[in-house]
């Protein structure tokens, strides 16, 4: 399986192209119309593997959810340790994007920034425009600190904005691919 761990608005719908194109069987936010966040966090509860929905997936490209209160997960930023552990021969990508454009991003997607300091109040407790990009970061230096203790595990970090795609060929064959898709692509920013 490939699992990316990045912010939604960091290229999640761009890798769903790629991995759909390339014949792998990818969800991207939702499974069989199930927000997989939910279907994670249900399973998180039952004290299930965290991806035991997830046996025909090849990749999950975003697995967050932040619809209401009730409705409202990060497993990427909570239980990536517990993720890894139960998945170890997967390929990990940390999709990474500049923070500020993350918040961009995110300001104009429906106020994703409002929705996910109302909904997820425990992610940090600075709500403002510094305390999203402290979070981003912050995750940002989790991951890669967690996986540099981690040599033999498949991981790749994967800058969006600065990134060729031939560093996904590490662990993934990226066949007739020369560059990295464009999707949801703003007229003011290049990814989002």
Known sequence: MIILLGFPKSGTSSFQKLFSDLGYNSYHWKKNDKFIGSMI???KINKKPLLNDFSDTDVITQMDVCIDKSCS????????????EE???S???????????????????NRYDQRLYQYSPELMENKTDQGFIDLVNHHYNNIETFFSNHPDAKFIIYDIETDNLEKLNKFIDI???KEFPRENVNKDTLIV
């Open 41 to 43: 966090y249900n399973n």
């Open 73 to 84: 997960y990060w497993p990427q930023l909570v239980d990536y340790r517990q993720i890894y």
């Open 87 to 89: 998945n170890r021969n």
């Open 91 to 109: 390929v990990f990508i940390l999709n990474k994007r500049n923070p500020e454009s993350i918040l961009e991003s995110f300001k104009r997607w």
């Open 175 to 177: 066949k007739h691919y």
